[in-house]
């Protein structure tokens, strides 16, 4: 059995499975609901490879081998350039994203439908026994598939991004496309030609590879509007940082997260009412906030003596740790000696934890996917509720009782449903609209400030009275509280979001 065609397998198999990984992930980036775009593009993938299968029955058992090196080529230049390609158009005109999607995922998956049994075909042709073929093929197949299943999250993604990532595939699959036109030349009346075209392919891919960062901040560029300062793509989402005279501004997958003109609003709602139930909290957990602005206001109170920040993603709590305008910012909290920083999944971190807190704030990115809708469910809470003191408070971001009431209140039932006394509030930010807010202990205990022991930039008696006040367009939705098994929470958010979009 020729080993060049066994280690084409290989790669192919790694190429097949690489650009199925890269468009999923690129579109929930891109298009938010990570499992629903997983779960439809491997659906159509597998669809399309059930096509490209069927068609290679009509290619002859002359031309596979040629037949092969050709879709080689053709996958090498349409998967390579699909991430890039993807990119441009969702800066450049949303509308037609979604259809461009699919439909090169439907190409992708029938050209690499074709590839497998061609292989199998050309190793049968030269009278290798068909059991040996079978074994060795889907051998070498799945371990491909590993090795990028692996390769791409951990390395690829966080280093090369999506763009170069996909082009590094397409430069792959043809490279395996010129190295078996050489090795079989003999066989190949169209050698020259198809090597001609090949290096045509792999110079474009090159080209390509060495100018798609470039390429991509300026789709971005016109995506976000103002000037993109910073961007980069964690193994968790991707992260971009845009900045416009004094509005600095932070996305994440494409949502904005706060912008520095009215964050102090949210910031000051979040974190100063919770603080203000105990004025002697000394020990604070804080799930989220990885940007330092909500450690910032905690650090306002002298008598805090430990802020535990528990944050997924490392590269969002680098970049504020060490950029100049950031540290600004958060007033160089994440550097704070009183801070420390676990980069860890909250959810684990409590699990395996046994530390007690006055204070639990939990700042997470709303709940638009199922990994982030177990954040904010029953199991959730009651393990949040098991680090808290007797006497202590938490509070969660809980999005917009206004554009999302159903999401909002389902928050508000979870809490309950971990049996927890709960207090909603809201206040408006420019930037998002109404916001809103859950206070929640054992006790049912709570306190409305009057006044704040720190200084503030927003809130005084009056707005913090308003904000306890739901007026009848906000009032409290009959729904459901979200259970792991269910993830009611995503399914009202969507729906709540779909609404307002209409």
Not at 303 to 322: G, H, N, P
Not at 414 to 441: C, D, I, Q, R
Not at 454 to 467: C, F, G, K, N, S
């Amino acid at each position: 059995m020729n080993p060049a065609l066994i280690v084409s397998v290989f790669v192919v198999a790694s190429c097949g499975l690489a650009y199925e990984l890269i468009m999923a992930a690129l579109a929930s980036y891109l298009l938010g609901d990570s499992i629903l775009q997983f779960s439809s593009i491997i659906g159509v993938y597998m669809f399309a490879m059930g096509i490209g299968a069927h068609l290679t029955r009509y290619i002859s058992d002359r031309d596979a081998l040629s037949r092969f090196i050709d879709i080689e080529i053709l996958v090498g230049i349409v998967g390579g350039v699909s991430a890039l390609l993807l990119f441009v158009l969702f800066g450049f005109s949303a509308a037609p994203f979604r259809s461009v999607l699919y439909g090169l995922v439907l190409i992708i998956g029938i050209i690499t439908g074709m590839e497998l049994p061609l292989v199998m075909r050309v190793l049968n042709l030269r009278e290798v026994e068909f059991k040996e073929v079978v074994s060795r093929v889907l051998t070498f197949d799945y371990l491909g598939a590993l090795a990028v299943s692996l390769l791409f999250p951990l390395i690829l993604a966080p280093k090369l991004g999506m763009a170069r990532s996909a082009l590094l595939f397409g430069i792959l699959n043809t490279a395996v496309a010129l190295l078996t036109a050489r090795l079989f030349k003999q066989e190949l009346p169209r050698y020259q030609r198809l090597r001609m075209r090949g290096n045509i392919v792999l110079l474009i891919l090159l080209l390509f590879f060495c100018y798609a960062n470039h390429i991509t901040n300026k789709a971005e560029q016109h995506y976000f509007g103002d000037p993109v300062v910073f961007s980069t793509a964690s193994p968790y989402q991707r992260l971009v940082i845009t900045k416009w005279h004094n509005d600095t501004r932070l996305f994440l997958n494409g949502n904005l997260q706060f912008s520095s003109v009215d964050e102090a609003r949210y910031h000051e709602a979040l974190v100063l009412p919770v603080m203000e139930q105990n004025p002697q909290a000394s020990r604070i957990l804080i799930l989220g906030g990885g940007d330092g602005l909500a450690a910032r206001e905690v650090l306002k109170y002298p008598q805090v003596s430990q802020i535990t920040l528990v944050d997924l993603d490392a590269s969002m709590t680098r970049v504020f740790r060490t950029s100049a305008a950031l540290r600004e910012l958060n007033q160089n909290s994440l550097n704070h000696p009183k801070l420390r920083i676990i980069n860890a999944d909250a959810a684990q971190w409590l699990q395996h934890n046994q530390e007690k807190f006055d204070v639990v704030i939990i700042d997470f990115p709303d709940p638009s996917n199922f990994s982030l809708g177990k954040l904010y469910s029953v199991p959730m809470y009651r393990m949040v509720a098991r680090h808290l003191n007797p006497n202590g408070n938490l509070v969660v971001q809980s999005t917009s009782p206004y554009f999302a009431p159903n999401a909002f209140w389902c928050i508000v039932n979870t809490l309950e449903a971990a049996g927890l006394k709960t207090l909603p509030f809201h206040v408006y930010v420019p930037s998002f609209g109404e916001w809103g807010y859950v206070m929640a202990n054992q006790t049912g205990e709570f306190l409305i400030p009057d006044h704040y022991r720190v200084p503030t930039r927003y809130l005084d008696a009056e707005t913090t009275r308003e904000m306890f006040v739901f007026p009848k367009d906000m009032q409290r939705r009959a729904v459901e509280p979200n259970h792991l098994n269910t993830q009611k929470l995503v399914e009202y958010f969507e729906a709540d979001w779909r609404a307002v979009m209409r």
